[in-house]
Nanobody, 123 residues
Framework: QVQLVESGGGLVQPGGSLTLSCAASGSLSGVDTMAWYRHPPGKERELVASIQSSLPGRRAPTIYADSVTGRFTISIDDANDAVNLQMNSLKVEDTAVYYC????????????WGQGTQVTVSS
């Protein structure tokens, strides 16, 4: 079992920055991919960014949604078993509930989600 707890959400002005953190606990040896999704009000849930596990000393491959490329950065903090999402140049349309996701592929495919954290971009 894997438990995910998000933190760092809140209210920020357009153009501002915010960093989300997802603390993972449990059986993490089989984690293949960590990701951030978001669900804007009145819109469908969408992938924001993902990062794949990598061998020690190698950079982990990442994927970003076109709408956040160049503004958001996903990273893994191995020492603290956490995945972070640094969000810069925030826009009103970034307002959403952000969810942390973990995919395990060994020994069996499993999918875990956090409870979500609200990010509101407004002046």
């Amino acid at each position: 079992q894997v438990q995910l707890v998000e933190s760092g959400g809140g209210l920020v002005q357009p153009g501002g920055s915010l960093t989300l953190s997802c603390a993972a606990s449990g059986s993490l040896s089989g984690v293949d991919t960590m990701a951030w999704y978001r669900h804007p009000p009145g819109k469908e849930r969408e992938l924001v960014a993902s990062i794949q596990s990598s061998l020690p000393g190698r950079r982990a491959p990442t994927i970003y949604a076109d709408s956040v490329t160049g503004r958001f950065t996903i990273s893994i903090d191995d020492a603290n078993d956490a995945v972070n999402l640094q969000m810069n140049s925030l826009k009103v349309e970034d307002t959403a509930v952000y969810y942390c996701n973990a995919v395990l592929r060994s020994p069996r495919l499993e999918n875990y989600w956090g409870q979500g954290t609200q990010v509101t971009v407004s002046s």
